[in-house]
Every structure is written in structure tokens, then in C-alpha cells.
């Protein structure tokens, strides 16, 4: 049965996606088969996975709504790398999620049949705590934190882990944060060491080993639609999000 991590900040522009991609990349080179989810109306992981002309016909927003099953709409833009494709689609149907009893349950229902396929499912949800990212916790054994090194970006945590802890109690039992991954380090700067630090100290062992570093590299592979592993496998973001593979592994659950 396939390990689901939700990748989710409610903060754009911290490397979600770009997580998302490369560690399900990561994980796949040792291996496993790995399924992609974009959650994102935005599509960025659909683009950057090179598979946005899979919008034209039925995505995940489809699932959802219950119009098509996952079976019919996943993609396979590598070996051993699956897709579920984001599209608008998601973003119209968010408001109707929100009204329906069932409506936090409708990701962890879609993926239900395809969990046996799959050694992890790795989900990327857009930069808001709503209905959207709701589903993907409910779905999720863990939740990964992205989180720019930046002091502006350590408010949002306190929102963030108060809407996993509301999951926790009302969708979910078992979610669990299963690390946060410092992102967009840059360089020696002193402001990310002294961020970097304060995460440390605050949240000690859920924070993980690996940082990421602010790169060129990363947009690159982006604009051609491929993972920093396939554009760069030597590359310090390569390196990082393979590192980053290994400390999930053995982070997992061993029940």
C-alpha cells in the first residue's frame, strides 16, 4: 500500500513543486513506483513534469467531482513516475467541496484504487489552507514542509500545523508532520543560517537534514519540463533532493 506525503505551505513560492517533482523523481530512481498528484489549479507540476497537454481532457479535477476515475485520467510522463494532472478544473470545484459533508474525503476516495500500484504517492497542494489542501491532508499519512528560509515565512507555520492538527481530529488520525525541509538557502547568507536556526531550535528532530539551495538550475529543468535530476544529476539541487529521498525512507513508519 502506497505511502502518501502531502507536500503543503500555505505560502507560494516556496519550492512545493518543485519538491513534489524531485523527490517523487528521487524516490523513483531507487526504485519505487511513484505517483505524482497535482493538486494545484495553477498546474505547475503538470508543466513541469512536461505533460500540460494532458489539460485538454479529464484530470484530477474530474476525479473529484466524480465525472471520471483516477484509473482513466493517470499519465506516465517517465518510468516509473505516474500522473495525476492539475488543471482550473480544481479551483472551480473547491467552493462546492466545501459545502458537502463529504467533501474533505473526495482525494482520499479517488486514490483509494490505486494505492496497491504505488510505493508512495507524492501530492502538491496549492498555497492555500483551503478545501483543496483539506483533502490532501485527509488523504495523506504525512505532511512535508517546504519553508523558505526567511523570518516573513516562519509566521505562516503556527496556521499551517493548526489546520493539520484540525485533520488530525476531525478527518484524519493518523497525520503526522513528517518533516520541513528548509528551501531557497541562499548561498552563506546570514539571514537563511539564522533562520535555518531558529527552525531547528524550535522544531528540533522534525526538521529535516537536507537543505536546498536557491539555484538557476531549478527554473531550467522547469521551462523543460523536467526534474533537476534529469537536467542537472549533478547538480547541488540533484544531490540535495536525492538526500532528501533517503531521509524520508527512513522516516517511515515501521508499523
Known amino acids: 500500500m502506497a505511502r502518501v506525503i502531502a507536500v503543503a505551505n500555505q505560502k507560494g513560492g516556496v519550492g512545493k513543486s518543485t519538491t513534489t517533482q524531485n523527490l517523487g523523481f528521487a524516490l523513483a530512481e531507487t526504485g519505487m513506483r511513484v505517483l505524482l498528484v497535482d493538486l494545484d489549479p495553477q498546474a505547475a507540476l503538470t508543466v513541469m513534469c ?15 467531482e466524480g465525472s471520471a476515475a483516477a484509473e482513466e485520467v493517470l499519465c506516465r510522463p517517465r518510468p ?14 473547491e467552493p462546492h467541496l466545501a459545502v458537502q459533508s463529504s467533501g474533505g474525503l473526495r482525494l482520499r476516495d479517488a486514490l483509494q484504487p ?26 495523506a499519512a504525512e505532511v512535508l514542509v517546504p519553508l523558505q528560509l526567511d523570518f516573513l515565512a516562519l509566521g505562516g507555520m503556527r496556521a499551517l500545523l493548526g489546520t493539520v492538527e484540525s ?36 522544531f528540533g528532530d522534525l526538521v529535516f537534514d537536507t537543505v536546498v539551495r536557491s539555484s538557476v538550475r531549478f527554473p531550467e529543468a522547469s521551462a523543460g519540463g523536467v526534474s533537476i535530476l534529469e ?5 547541488p539541487g540533484a544531490l540535495a533532493y536525492r538526500q532528501l529521498a533517503e531521509e ?8
Open 50 to 64: 512536461g505533460a500540460a497537454g494532458e489539460e485538454a481532457g479529464p484530470g484530477l479535477g474530474e476525479c473529484l
Open 80 to 93: 516509473r513516475v505516474w500522473l495525476l494532472s492539475g488543471s482550473a478544473r480544481l479551483g472551480e470545484l
Open 114 to 139: 490505486l494505492r496497491h500500484r504505488f510505493d508512495a504517492v507524492v501530492v502538491d497542494c496549492p498555497p492555500t489552507l483551503g478545501m483543496l489542501t483539506v483533502n490532501a491532508l485527509a488523504a
Open 167 to 202: 485533520v488530525r481530529s476531525n478527518l484524519n488520525p493518523d497525520l503526522r508532520v513528517g518533516g520541513i525541509l528548509g528551501t531557497m538557502q541562499r548561498g552563506r547568507a546570514v539571514h537563511s543560517e539564522q533562520v535555518l536556526s531558529r527552525v531547528r531550535e524550535r
Open 231 to 235: 537536467y542537472d544529476g549533478r547538480s
Open 248 to 255: 524520508v525512507l527512513r522516516r517511515a513508519p515501521t508499523n
